[in-house]
């Protein structure tokens, strides 16, 4: 199974330094040996998605609405966004639970339409520093998980399981001073893996990609990206500088 390495752009960039980062990108990362996605801004989208065409960069969405059409004011349907050849689309992100209070029950119905449109959704889970001083990560991250999968069905094409990345953000190493070390994305990554098993078995649940991020950087990618059960990274701040989103990209690996 290939790894993801995901660069989340955010609400960043002007439209000429956008196009500057996705053309030197298409240029000089020919045969990744990875899937590579870049995420931006939804005004963007269809500039970067033409100059990304024919190429292995990926483009994916940062948000979706899970209705099709309406008045939703300022919404993006996933409908729209599939007109435009995007691949992936980031759901429930820690800013988007916090500063627009997106609750599971949203996140699960942007789920559930992304799968029916074949977007492939990159699921966010993760808890805050206080649930982690308090012991509170697992049980938070294990309700964020079972709320999508005990609620998509999977019994008609068991293959939408794989059409489904799940994100692990330790909100409590962003922007803290505090750091998520390799162990800690080994065990909440295990953790994830052995919750999503009990609602879609093991052969299904290894197929899913499980990616960490949490201020992935060129310091700790290859730490990173050398811990079993992480399949990839969702990257910040460092997807808006080529030279180090590159370096992210081409991390060493000590696996044969």
């Not at 000429?16 to 045969?31: C, T």
């Not at 799940?166 to 922007?175: H, L």
């Given at each position: 199974m290939k790894a993801l390495i995901a660069?989340?752009?955010?609400?960043?960039?002007?439209?000429?330094?956008?196009?500057?980062?996705?053309?030197?990108?298409?240029?000089?990362?020919?045969?990744?040996?990875?899937?590579?996605?870049?995420?931006?801004?939804?005004?963007?989208?269809?500039?970067?998605s033409d100059i990304c065409k024919d190429s292995p960069i990926q483009i994916g969405a940062q948000n979706s609405y899970y209705k099709e059409n309406g008045a939703f004011t300022g919404e993006v349907s996933i409908s729209m966004l599939s007109?435009?050849?995007?691949?992936?689309?980031?759901?429930?992100?820690?800013?988007?639970?916090?500063?627009?209070?997106?609750?599971?029950?949203?996140?699960?119905?942007?789920?559930?339409?992304?799968?029916?449109?074949?977007i492939i959704p990159i699921i966010c889970v993760g808890e805050t520093l206080e649930e982690r001083e308090n012991s509170k990560h697992i049980e938070k991250v294990t309700s964020q998980i079972e709320y999508?999968?005990?609620?998509?069905?999977?019994?008609?094409?068991?293959?939408?399981?794989?059409k489904?990345?799940?994100?692990?953000?330790?909100?409590?190493?962003?922007?803290?001073?505090?750091n998520a070390t390799p162990k800690d994305a080994y065990e909440m990554h295990k953790m994830i893996r052995k919750t999503i098993e009990k609602y879609i078995g093991p052969n299904f649940a290894n197929s899913i990609r499980i990616l960490y991020g949490g201020s992935v950087n060129t310091e700790n990618i290859d730490d990173l990206m050398n811990v079993s059960q992480v399949d990839g990274v969702l990257v910040g701040g460092a997807s808006l500088n080529f030279d180090s989103f590159k370096r992210i990209i081409e991390y060493k690996s000590s696996q044969c």
């Open positions: 660069g989340n752009w955010k609400m960043n960039l002007t439209l000429s330094s956008a196009k500057e980062l996705a053309s030197k990108l298409v240029n000089q990362i020919k045969e990744p040996k990875d899937d590579i996605a870049i995420f931006p801004p939804f005004v963007y989208i269809p500039a970067i007109d435009f050849n995007i691949k992936y689309v980031i759901l429930g992100h820690s800013e988007r639970r916090t500063y627009f209070n997106e609750t599971d029950e949203l996140v699960y119905l942007k789920a559930k339409s992304a799968i029916e449109k074949e999508v999968f005990s609620r998509i069905s999977f019994e008609d094409n068991i293959d939408d399981a794989k489904i990345v799940i994100a692990y953000e330790p909100i409590w190493a962003i922007g803290t001073g505090k």
